[in-house]
């Protein structure tokens, strides 16, 4: 037998409003690809479609304020894709800017800062450095591309000075 009775109530489904402001924490959630090295082992996920693209699949736990332990997911992809005129991905390079302005974040690094202390902090062994770092960030909404999917939150990390 299962008492109920004390179980808490659902929160409501409504969205984190957009443009929240809100430190959050990433947690990767291996996908069975191999990244570059070592470190990213099963760490990345292949696209649906079955294309051409291996993507970084983030969990993202609201740390504090009213919306603590929300939850939303974004991907970021780290293969494949459209290529810019030098044959390097244009989503990578997307990705890329997002998780330094990540590590700036959480390491309270400017990002003007090109000193050799600070450019030593944003090498990483490999993108599992990234899982479990906590960060501030600018939550938006972005409404669906198409009516076959809902879009819901995805964050903006805030860049040291906004």
Known sequence: MYDMNDAELPRGSDLIPDGTFAKVTMVIRPGGVDGQGEADRGLLKTSRGGGDTAMVDGEFT?????????????????????????????????SKGTFR??????????????????????????????????????????????????????????????
């Open 62 to 94: 609201v740390a504090a304020g009213p919306h603590i332990r929300r939850k939303f997911w974004q991907t970021f992809t780290v293969v494949g894709g459209k290529v810019d005129e030098h044959g390097v991905s244009i989503a990578w390079k997307i």
């Open 101 to 162: 302005a990540m590590i700036d974040s959480a390491l309270g690094l400017d990002p003007q800062d090109m000193s050799e202390a600070a450019k030593a902090k944003r090498v990483l062994r490999g993108l599992s450095d990234l899982s479990g770092i906590t960060f501030a960030a600018k939550i938006r909404v972005e409404p669906a591309r198409s009516d076959a999917y809902r879009r819901g939150p995805r964050l903006s990390p805030l860049i040291h000075g906004d």
